[in-house]
């Protein structure tokens, strides 16, 4: 399957600070990048999804002014939680799509973000 | 919307099959799939099936859709302890589309 590399696995920070995700597709061309997050004993929602040199569609209820995605290349794509709060706290995980009709989607390994 | 419905759990012993449950509401869906999720690990992607296959087997993986009952199965052969995990099956309506995840099976394998 494709190599999706997520950094950082893990991060701890205060509230009020902003975190960075990166999102790299190490051996295709993600055209489009899915971001989704998981709460704890959850499943995987959708917050957004982005084309590369597109801005972001954001899904009902996620704030786009507090999760900044960037998607200026075709290899990285990165997910800005910016004043972040404890409620943010969760698991960020990337979904890259090389634009092919196969149907195979592939997922980072993920981001623990957890706001104190 | 679209719902996709699964069993919260599943004890198997070693070296028995295992069979995992998942249902649907949306008739859109194209692809069908299934992901395996380690604690602390991202996805990852066992099968997927596309919506005019009835069956698709890959070595212990076998995968089942009914189409009419929007019900989708994975059978996983000869369990093994490396098999427990949370088993999460997903839907789209195409290619390159978000994917819509149910709540995820955990699965325990017993010596």
């Known amino acids: 399957g494709a190599v999706v590399s997520q950094h950082p696995s893990w991060v701890i920070c205060k509230s009020g600070t902003s975190v960075k995700i990166e999102c790299r597709s190490l051996?295709?061309?993600?055209?489009?990048m899915f971001w989704y997050r998981q709460f704890p004993k959850q499943s995987l929602m959708l917050m957004a999804t982005s084309n590369e040199g597109s801005k972001a569609t954001y899904e009902q209820g996620v704030e786009k002014d507090k999760f900044l995605i960037n998607h200026a290349s075709l290899t990285l794509s990165t997910l800005t939680v910016t004043s972040a709060h404890p409620e943010d706290s969760s698991f960020y995980i990337c979904?890259?799509?090389?634009?092919?009709?196969?149907?195979?989607?592939?997922f980072g390994e993920g981001s623990r973000l957890t706001v104190l | 919307g679209e719902d996709v419905e699964q069993s919260l759990f599943l004890s198997v012993r070693e070296g028995d099959s295992s069979v995992i449950n998942c249902t649907y509401t949306d008739s859109s869906s194209t692809y069908l799939y299934w992901y395996k999720q380690e604690p602390g690990a991202g996805l990852q992607l066992l099968t997927y099936i596309f919506s005019n296959m009835d069956m698709k087997q890959d070595q212990r993986l076998t995968v089942l859709l009914n189409k009419k009952d929007k019900h989708l199965s994975l059978r996983i052969a000869d369990t093994q302890t490396g098999d427990s995990a949370i088993y999460f099956c997903?839907?789209?309506?195409?290619?390159?589309?978000?994917?819509?995840f149910g709540g995820g099976t955990r699965v325990l394998v017993k010596p």
């Open positions: 997903a839907e789209s309506i195409a290619a390159g589309n978000k994917l819509t």
């Open positions: 979904s890259p799509w090389n634009g092919e009709n196969t149907g195979e989607l592939f």
């Open positions: 051996d295709f061309q993600a055209t489009t």
